[in-house]
Nanobody, 123 residues
Framework: QAQLVESGGGSVQPGGSLKLSCTASTHIFMVTTMGWYRQAPGKQRELVATITSGGITNYADSVKGRFTISRDNAKNTMTLQINSLKPEDTAVYYC?????????????????WGQGTQVTVSS
C-alpha cells in the first residue's frame, strides 16, 4: 500500500501554472516534515521546498517567489503551487516525508517517497 501518492503533474507552456498534490497516510503526515524534491534527466535529485508539521516553510533559491508549499493536516494533504513555470523546471517531482525533521536537504534522510509525477514545461 502506497504511503505517499502524488498527483497533478502535466505539460504546460512557459509561464504556466500547475498544482501538485501529495496525500499521505495519517501516521506519516501528522508529525512529519514534508518536502518536494525534483529530478531532471541526468541530474541529481534536488530539494524544492519543505514544510514542517507546524507550517514553517523553506524553498530552494531557484523557486522562491514562484512556488508555494502548503499542507492541510486535517486532510493529510500537501500541495505545491507552481507558477511562472520555466523549461528548467521540467522534472519528475516527488513528495517525501522526513520523520526526524533533520537534514532536510539530504534525500537519504527521508523515510517515505511517492512514486513521482512528471512536470514538463515546453513551448
Amino acid at each position: 500500500q502506497a504511503q505517499l501518492v502524488e498527483s497533478g503533474g502535466g505539460s504546460v507552456q512557459p509561464g504556466g501554472s500547475l498544482k501538485l498534490s501529495c496525500t499521505a497516510s495519517t501516521h506519516i503526515f501528522m508529525v512529519t516534515t514534508m518536502g518536494w524534491y525534483r529530478q531532471a534527466p541526468g541530474k541529481q535529485r534536488e530539494l524544492v521546498a519543505t514544510i514542517t508539521s507546524g507550517g514553517i516553510t523553506n524553498y530552494a533559491d531557484s523557486v522562491k517567489g514562484r512556488f508555494t508549499i502548503s499542507r492541510d493536516n486535517a486532510k493529510n494533504t500537501m500541495t505545491l503551487q507552481i507558477n511562472s513555470l520555466k523549461p528548467e523546471d521540467t522534472a519528475v517531482y516527488y513528495c517525501a516525508a522526513n520523520k526526524q525533521g533533520e537534514r532536510l536537504s539530504v534525500p537519504a534522510w527521508y523515510d517515505y517517497w511517492g512514486q513521482g509525477t512528471q512536470v514538463t514545461v515546453s513551448s
